[in-house]
């Protein structure tokens, strides 16, 4: 069973206990009968996150911790097959201005300038940068690396 059918009402988990979630997000879902007006609700909200998250929209996205900002690197780039850096400009609340991949480099290297990262920063109202870099040969422990620099 999929997650998102645990938040809806008893009556739509005993009928669409074995839809995916794809599915279940998707606009045209064919079992709409079985959802309550809050499920629906529901599942506008997530709908509405979810296309926001595949567009890459980070509209006040706050990365409040090293914790966040590694997995926010890594769903960028984790599993990218080449080295590649990224720069998130922060603001004074921490919530991302910019997020941008600066350099794409080879399965082993990525040739980075300082100045290239610094004309992204002053075109913003820039506090904070966070640079990354991923390291695609597979080691988890070192999948990316990532500098705050104040």
Do not use: W
Request: hydrophobic fraction near 40%; charged fraction near 25%.
């Amino acid at each position: 069973m999929c997650r998102l059918v645990n938040l809806l009402s008893k009556k739509a988990r005993e009928n669409i206990s074995d839809v995916s979630t794809y599915e279940l997000l998707a606009d045209d879902f064919k079992g709409q009968a079985y959802l309550t007006k809050g499920d629906k609700d529901k599942l506008a909200i997530i709908r509405e996150a979810f296309a926001t998250y595949k567009t890459g929209a980070i509209d006040k996205v706050k990365v409040g911790s090293t914790g966040s900002a590694g997995l926010y690197f890594n769903s960028q780039i984790g599993e990218s097959e080449c080295e590649q850096v990224m720069v998130i400009l922060l603001d004074s609340k921490n919530q991302i201005l910019k997020s941008e991949i600066v350099f794409k480099g080879t399965v082993n290297s990525s040739v980075v300038h300082p100045r290239e990262i610094f004309k992204l920063a002053v075109q913003y109202p820039t506090a904070r940068i966070m640079i990354a870099h991923n390291h695609p040969s597979g080691c988890i422990l070192s999948r990316v690396n990532y500098k705050r620099i104040i």
